[in-house]
């Protein structure tokens, strides 16, 4: 089994009904698939942007093969991945996609998540660079 967390920013803010038709393609898709995880949105006043942060577990080859889908969805751009690595154990059993609309409040929990919406975030992002990142999500589990 595999994990993936990554960070990306929505090509256009995601309206509540786009997150919801989303949400339902990706949870009974994942459900068939043996895909569980968590995934977060932002939005951004201040910049009109939206944000995803997200942790997707599973199969090997189930997993590459929706990262490849995710990698080339046209809705969002600047994906960087944060961890990856193997597991035996799932993080977020249970939950075929969790999901959460965050607020700033709601990061300010998850150190180095904080600035999401800043320019130094993405400008300092390097590619696994972010190990914790997988037990900060895990605590909203
Ligand atoms: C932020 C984000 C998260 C996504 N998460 C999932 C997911 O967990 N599972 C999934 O099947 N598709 C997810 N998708 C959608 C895939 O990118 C893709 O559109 C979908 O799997 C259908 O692919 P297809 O049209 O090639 O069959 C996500 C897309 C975005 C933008």
């Given at each position: 089994?595999?994990?993936?967390?990554?960070v990306s920013q929505a090509k256009a803010p995601f309206s509540k009904l786009a997150l919801k038709e989303l949400l339902e393609k990706?949870?009974?898709?994942?459900?068939?698939?043996?895909?569980?995880g968590l995934l977060l949105y932002r939005y951004s006043?201040?910049?009109d942007k939206g944000y995803f942060i997200q942790a997707?577990?599973?199969?090997?080859d189930v997993l590459n093969a929706l990262w490849d889908r995710i990698s080339e969805d046209?809705?969002?751009h600047t994906i960087v991945t944060l961890a990856e690595g193997k597991q035996t154990d799932r993080m977020f059993p249970n939950w075929s996609m969790g999901f959460r609309n965050v607020e700033a409040k709601d990061l300010e929990a998850l150190p180095g998540f904080a600035e999401i919406e800043t320019e130094s975030f993405w400008e300092n992002l390097k590619a696994?660079?972010?190990?914790?990142a997988v037990e900060l999500l895990r605590g909203f589990y």
């Open positions: 089994m595999k994990y993936i967390v990554y990706s949870r009974a898709r994942n459900s068939n698939e043996g895909i569980t006043d201040d910049f997707i577990e599973g199969p090997d046209r809705r969002h696994n660079e972010m190990p914790e």
